[in-house]
């Protein structure tokens, strides 16, 4: 389904209105997502992002302009180019995104649904 055939059906008032319990008892009930057991849960590990990432060495390992880098992984050449001046810092979110992209860019491209990015030498 595409993301523009999705409508957001929640009912945010009434949410904000729910006790924790209430709202619990309603995701226990959602056939679509079951929740996950404490055993389930003791499977998954913490992720901690990268403290530094040198968005510049990556791009440069993929043989990528900025404007290509920023093209096949869906980032403004702008950003980029604030990232690897170090005017701006990637979020954890970014850090943790640009860690994926240095070690498996083809699958995020693949994920992204554009085609193959050039492989690494």
Not at 22 to 30: H, K, N, P, R, V
Not at 34 to 41: G, K, T
Not at 87 to 103: I, T
Request: glycine residues 2%.
């Amino acid at each position: 389904m595409k993301e523009k055939d999705m409508k957001d059906k929640t009912n945010w008032n009434a949410l904000k209105n729910m006790t924790e319990k209430e709202i619990a008892q309603a995701a226990q009930s959602d056939p679509d997502a079951p929740l996950l057991s404490e055993e389930q849960l003791n499977h998954f590990k913490r992720v901690h992002p990268a403290q530094d990432i040198d968005v510049r060495e990556i791009r440069t390992k993929l043989h990528l302009s900025q404007e290509k880098f920023a093209m096949f992984f869906g980032v403004s050449k702008r950003t980029i180019q604030e990232w690897e001046q170090h005017r701006k810092q990637p979020n954890a979110a970014s850090r943790n995104f640009l860690r994926v992209v240095e070690y498996a860019p083809n699958i995020v491209q693949e994920a992204l649904g554009e085609g193959v990015a050039p492989k690494n030498s």
